[in-house]
């Protein structure tokens, strides 16, 4: 299904981050450099889908676009003019489709190959460089080791996309050139500083995990029940005839989704490096904080719900809408003579 990800025609999408400026009045205005920096957060991220849509229906369209994890797939796919297909591929996903993307396996270095997704990428994305689309664009990823932030700005957008959504312990890490490289949310989930660095003016940040740990606090003096109740613990029957040969792949799948109250692995792992975003997230935005804050209210759904972006770009679509006011009022602050222009702009320098 991912065909129509990326290999559709750009159905009204494209970005025109290198359209001309408009000329207003005498002489011609530039337009202040608008930078679109998309956090990460799994399913979450279609949310930004919506974010884009609102910011473009109301004239705001950014020729700088960096993106973590999910935000560099949405990012990129709006860079390359395939935002259509992507919303639409996204607006098709039911539980079925996604468990086919799930190549699990006990050796190797994730429990998802991602093989699967990878190839669909490779079909739809192609040879596509960073370098080659209309406005500038990078994702965030982190080398294993090391732990450096890396900033992919150049080679094949399909790369740089797989490097920065590897989640660790969920998808294998990925080698670009001579690093390997796992989800940039680990450094830097909201890159609002790699939109500056690219030469953003005025920088929109879309935060997912806004509304996940906000009101999180210490519990103290807590422990078990001083006579805790019995637990049965039922023996699964083993499996009989052909059952046998297919229980093995079921197995794994009902480990890692979890079942009957207890978290299974993939929740376990995400959940905590949720928890470590949220953190690592406030003190990078408490650092460097971006122009104009957008923050979906996302967090009553999980990572891997992606049969829910309707509700999802819906989300986002109101968060942008909210925001709208306050990003005007900055354009009209570097340029008040184009404010109430189209705010469509020149590429960055």
């Not at 884009?52 to 990012?75: D, E, Q």
């Amino acid at each position: 299904m991912l065909e129509m990800l990326m290999g559709g025609s750009h159905n009204g999408s494209e970005p025109a981050g290198s359209e001309p400026a408009d000329k207003v009045g005498l002489g011609s205005i530039r337009r202040p450099v608008i930078g679109l920096a998309l956090g990460g957060g799994a399913a979450r991220g279609f949310a930004h889908i919506g974010i884009i849509r609102t910011l473009i229906a109301h004239g705001i369209v950014p020729n700088v676009v960096v993106g973590t994890s999910i935000g560099g797939v949405v990012g990129g796919a709006y860079a390359a003019g395939q935002l259509d297909a992507l919303e639409d591929w996204a607006r098709s996903l039911q539980p079925r489709n996604i468990l086919s993307y799930l190549d699990i396996r006990l050796n190797g270095s994730g429990l998802i190959g991602g093989a699967k997704l990878a190839a669909q990428l490779e079909t739809a994305i192609g040879q596509t460089l960073i370098e080659d689309l209309p406005l500038k664009f990078a994702t965030v990823a982190t080398e294993v080791r090391t732990g450096h932030e890396i900033w992919l700005t150049h080679g094949r957008i399909v790369d740089a996309m797989r490097a920065s959504y590897a989640l660790p312990g969920i998808f294998s890490p990925v080698l670009v050139g001579d690093r390997w490289l796992v989800d940039g949310a680990l450094v830097n989930p909201v890159p609002v500083s790699a939109a500056r660095a690219l030469g953003a003016e005025i920088v929109i940040a879309a935060n997912l995990s806004s509304d996940v740990f906000t009101h999180s606090t210490t519990i103290y003096s807590y422990g078990a029940a001083a006579h805790p109740p019995d637990v049965l613990i039922e023996a699964t029957p083993p499996r009989r005839g052909l059952g046998k040969f297919f229980s093995a792949e079921r197995t794994m799948k009902r480990e890692f989704f979890g079942g009957g109250g207890r978290p299974g692995i993939s929740s376990v792992m995400v959940d905590a490096f949720n928890i470590m975003q949220d953190r690592i997230t406030r003190a990078r935005l408490a650092g460097d904080p971006p122009d104009l804050l957008i923050t979906p209210r996302v967090g009553q759904i999980g990572w891997f719900d992606f049969h829910r972006a309707n509700d999802l770009i819906a989300f986002g679509s109101r968060a942008a809408e909210r925001a709208i006011e306050p990003i005007q009022e900055a354009i009209q602050i570097l340029a008040p003579e184009s404010g109430k222009a189209n705010t469509t702009l020149e590429k960055a320098p």
